[in-house]
């Protein structure tokens, strides 16, 4: 995949502010700006409906323990929030310094865990550490079996009745044994990627 580029003005953008003789004027207000996703970051960001989806794949969402190891922009981070995630029960990681220092500049995230490390590094040192009963992503498509395979390796019930459950937004051409396709998504699903073709896939590892 094509990696893409969002850009921002180089300056922040201000209304004009007419002045009248004997009235204070009005202080400039600046213009949000949008989030810069360079293209060495391999990141196209989640839509927020398509985000919302695979979160509501898990079901209720609360006090679970909950991994996002190539958290970009926040975009999966705010659908769970949004669902009733528990900030405090979220552990991302994001290895781009730029992304990971916006997402722990995001108030709306209160506070949500948040790593700056490569994920196949993280999994390799947490293996057998730890374990997560969920996991959702959007991982890098150039190295989508790599990050699949990473996060396969840490899911784990965590003393949990209900089965682990990975949800991932990967390549249509992807396979994984124990994968099941939940959606196919449209070509444009990526306004910086419109003719890639998607699916929602959903891995379960029951308890032992």
């Known amino acids: 995949m094509r990696p893409g580029l969002y850009t921002r003005p ?12 004997g009235v204070a004027p009005l ?11 360079d293209k060495a970051t391999e990141c196209h960001v989640t839509p927020p409906d398509v985000a919302e989806r695979m979160v509501a794949i898990f079901g209720d969402c609360g006090d679970v323990m909950t991994l996002e190891p ?8 705010t659908a769970l929030l949004n669902a009733g995630q528990s ?22 995230l209160h506070g949500a865990g948040c790593i700056s490390q490569c994920f196949l590094e993280y999994a390799e040192e947490w293996k057998g550490r730890g374990d997560f009963p969920r996991i959702i992503m959007n991982p890098p498509f150039r190295k989508v079996k790599q990050h699949i395979a990473a996060a396969v390796s840490l899911m784990g019930q965590q003393g949990h009745r209900e089965s682990a459950q990975l949800v991932a937004l990967v390549p249509i051409t992807f396979e994984h044994p124990d994968a099941q396709t939940v959606e196919e998504l449209p070509p444009g ?3 910086t990627a419109p003719g890639v073709r998607t699916k929602i ?8």
């Open 10 to 21: 180089a300056k922040p953008l201000s209304i004009p502010v007419e002045r009248r003789r």
């Open 189 to 191: 699903t990526f306004s």
């Open 201 to 208: 896939i959903l891995i379960e590892k029951p308890g032992t």
């Open 70 to 77: 190539s958290a970009g922009t926040g975009a999966l981070l």
């Open 87 to 108: 900030p405090f029960e979220i552990c991302a990681i994001e290895r781009e310094v730029s992304l990971y220092r916006g997402l722990t500049l995001r108030k709306d």
């Open 27 to 37: 202080a400039p207000r600046e213009i949000a700006a949008p989030v810069i996703v």
